[in-house]
């Protein structure tokens, strides 16, 4: 059988017959949906890349405040302890160091991320309102 695409004048090269140049544009139909789908997932991935972001910046923006306002509590109460211990120290006061000692401890032992487990069930949801 004989190739139907037949020689240019010059033999440089071949020239396309018509089933030749329908197959080609069927490739190239065929890469372009490719190409438009591959960019269509990517546009996807791209959003939710955007959105997992939004979701994490609040999260952290959230959790910064919550420890904010409990470190800000907590020092204020760690310095009034110390204080006080000072001056019954300076006093010479037991009942008092003992109280403070015994008060500094029970906050240490409280860690203000006790509280972190709740929050990370309410974060992993998406569908939680967080008010701040």
Known sequence: MPDA??????????VAAIPDAAQYLMT?????????ANMTE????AADR?????????ASQGLRDYLDR???ERRELHQGF????????????PETIRACVTGIVEVAKHSPLTDIVELRSVWA????????
Do not use: C, H, Q, Y
């Open 5 to 14: 695409r037949r020689s240019t004048d010059e033999g440089v090269g071949w």
């Open 28 to 36: 190239i139909v065929d890469v372009a949906k490719r190409i438009d």
């Open 42 to 45: 990517r546009a996807r991935i």
């Open 50 to 58: 955007d959105k997992e972001i939004a979701r994490i910046s609040a």
């Open 70 to 72: 409990v470190f800000v």
């Open 82 to 93: 110390f204080a006080r211990l000072d001056k019954a120290i300076e006093d010479r006061d």
């Open 125 to 132: 949801d998406p569908n939680a309102v967080i008010e701040i």
